[in-house]
């Protein structure tokens, strides 16, 4: 089954684990639910090259 890709603005916040809060410059990344957060893990990037190389 193929993921459901993201739309809209994205802010990348790199960080060592999925579960850790994202930082940008040191300062915390407030995400109101879940909903509105993604760990872009090795899977989910596979999932997104192939979506744009069959665009």
């Known amino acids: 089954m193929a993921r459901k890709?993201?739309?809209g603005?994205?802010?990348?916040c790199p960080g060592d684990t999925g579960k850790e809060a994202?930082?940008?410059?040191g300062i915390r990344v407030e995400a109101l639910t879940?909903?509105?957060?993604?760990v872009l893990d090795k899977?989910?990037?596979?999932?997104?090259?192939?979506?744009?190389?069959?665009?």
């Open 43 to 55: 899977g989910y990037l596979h999932d997104l090259r192939e979506h744009a190389q069959a665009s």
């Open 34 to 38: 879940e909903s509105e957060r993604a």
């Open 9 to 12: 603005l994205w802010v990348v």
């Open 22 to 25: 994202p930082q940008r410059d």
């Open 5 to 7: 890709l993201l739309q």
